[in-house]
């Protein structure tokens, strides 16, 4: 494999790193990008294999480069072992779908803060490096969403745009378990933080701004739990492929930025290759330029998917729900999340490069490939058993 080189023109040294829920979405396009283009080695943890599996074995020219260790990192005694072996920690491991922020806020709280504790504290006692995915959810409420409701200032971007460095993380009420989710991510960033700052742990922490591609999430029913529910693209792309009308909570008025996992992925591996660039900074990763309302997205999904399945659009694309009856008593939502991209760009160098539409077609082109046989099979043992 040829020489890779940072962004200061050295060359870069193979490392090993362990990669905590590597055979989740985003771990497995990392762990791709990891083995195809690197000398890097992997030590992949996670409870599942099933979207790492083609990476694993010892047929592949990687070989001997990944190694794959099935367990739960709560309470387990080899992850101190496994981080003191390796250069650098990604931690990947998460609770993160809304529908379980209300449901399961006690899971969601120890899967995100109390089983990270051990993951930042082991790195700062070895004196190993961190990468800590966080979450855009950290802001919480934008400026704008406090805005009289008439006020024209509601179309104004400034009010929305967040800043890893100055931006004030705002949350609902205690009895809002929604933001079970974002307070969790929040302290454990600022114990992250709080390592640096006293035991000079070597970090870097990343908030996504809703990452989209290929294995995403689950489909309820085929790959996951019948009564699951999934974050928007899945949920959307569940009710497409099963000829369902497309739910918009609380009428899809809430606005979103996506970006493409393989641009997302571009930049982790600026951050795993130029530590002396990301090392103390908390990166935005988004396109702020791929922005939506859930509504608008659910109709670009519909058009894309009727292309990619050639079915004809549906006489009912979308039904209106309330948020309490889709997420349940609890839930809150922010409206508009815009990401601030300026850190990245002079740290790294990174900007993303593909549409919403172009990631969109890639995205339903895989889940239509990927599932719709399997659903169709569901749908008629379904049929046939009543």
């Not at 931006?167 to 454990?188: D, E, H, M, N």
């Not at 809430?254 to 530590?275: C, G, H, W």
């Not at 239509?368 to 659903?375: P, Q, V």
Request: aromatic letters at 10%.
């Amino acid at each position: 494999m040829a020489k890779r080189f940072d962004l200061d023109g050295k060359e870069i040294a193979p490392i090993r790193m362990c990669i905590i829920g590597a055979a989740g979405f985003i771990g497995s396009h990392l762990c791709e990008a990891l083995m195809w283009e690197t000398n890097h080695i992997v030590v992949a943890v996670d409870m599942y294999n099933d979207k790492i599996e083609h990476l694993l074995g010892d047929s592949h020219p990687w070989s001997g480069r990944m190694e794959f260790h099935q367990f739960n990192i709560s309470n387990d005694p080899r992850l101190e072992g496994i981080i003191k072996s390796c250069d650098l920690t990604i931690n990947l491991a998460a609770i993160c779908t809304p529908a379980d922020y209300n449901t399961r806020p006690l899971d969601t709280i120890y899967s995100n803060f109390v089983d990270a504790l051990p993951v930042a504290k082991f790195c700062s006692d070895f004196k190993r490096r961190l990468i800590h995915f966080s979450t855009c959810e950290v802001y919480g409420k934008t400026v704008g969403a406090f805005l009289p409701p008439d006020s024209n200032l509601r179309k104004d971007p400034q009010y929305y745009v967040l800043k890893e460095d100055e931006t004030p993380c705002i949350f609902g009420p205690v009895q809002k378990q929604r933001w079970s989710y974002a307070c969790a991510k929040q302290l454990i960033e600022r114990v992250i933080f709080a390592e640096g700052a006293e035991n000079d742990l070597r970090f870097t922490i990343v908030r996504p701004f809703n990452w989209i591609g290929p294995r995403m999430d689950f489909i309820p029913g085929i790959d996951g739990p019948k009564d699951g529910v999934p974050r928007v693209l899945a949920c959307f792309s569940n009710q497409l492929l099963r000829g369902e009308p497309l739910k918009l909570v609380d009428g899809g008025k809430s606005q979103r930025t996506f970006v493409y996992i393989k641009d997302a992925i571009r930049a982790v591996m600026l951050m795993i290759e130029n530590p002396e660039r990301a090392n103390g900074h908390i990166f935005n990763v988004g396109n702020p330029k791929n922005e939506a309302s859930v509504r608008e997205l659910a109709t670009m999904m519909t058009r894309i998917y009727c292309k990619v399945s050639k079915q004809s659009e549906p006489a009912t694309p979308t039904v209106d729900v309330t948020s309490s009856d889709f997420y349940g008593k609890g839930y809150d939502d922010s409206d508009r999340r815009i990401p601030d991209m300026t850190l990245i760009q002079q740290q790294l160098g990174w900007e993303p490069e593909t549409s919403l539409e172009e990631l969109l077609d890639v995205t339903l082109t895989y889940q239509y490939s990927t599932y719709a046989e399997a659903i169709r099979r569901s749908m008629a043992q379904t049929t046939a058993a009543t």
